[in-house]
Nanobody
Framework: QVQLVESGGGWVQAGGSLRLSCVGSGIRFSLNAMGWYRRVPGKQRDLVAS???????NYADSVKGRFTISRDNAKNTVYLQMNSLKPEDTAVYYC?????????WGQGTQVTVSS
């Protein structure tokens, strides 16, 4: 059974930074393309960053230049370094494979950015 556990969220002022972590069990991140998604209330979950098996990264235009996705295969962990945070980055952040698997969503981690 696959479990994805996100952590590292919190409250931060605009311009600040956070680093999110996603630890997986029952899945090897090195064998999957992985993504970080986010959802604000009333909207669908959107992909913000992804990393392919070889390590190629891609970002949504809204976070390009500010967020960095990375992966530690030994720890089976995917990270999202978020810098220069903006109030519009406020959301619950999740990790999942790319493409996402519906049954694998974790609880997510809340990120709140105040202006």
């Amino acid at each position: 059974q696959v479990q994805l556990v996100e952590s590292g969220g919190g409250w931060v002022q605009a311009g600040g930074s956070l680093r999110l972590s996603c630890v997986g069990s029952g899945i090897r991140f090195s064998l999957n393309a992985m993504g970080w998604y986010r959802r604000v209330p009333g909207k669908q979950r959107d992909l913000v960053a992804s990393i392919t098996k070889p390590g190629t990264t891609n970002y949504a235009d809204s976070v390009k230049g500010r967020f960095t996705i990375s992966r530690d295969n030994a720890k089976n962990t995917v990270y999202l370094q978020m810098n220069s945070l903006k109030p519009e980055d406020t959301a619950v952040y999740y990790c999942n494979t790319l493409p996402k698997i519906t049954n694998w969503w974790g609880q997510g981690t809340q990120v709140t950015v105040s202006s």
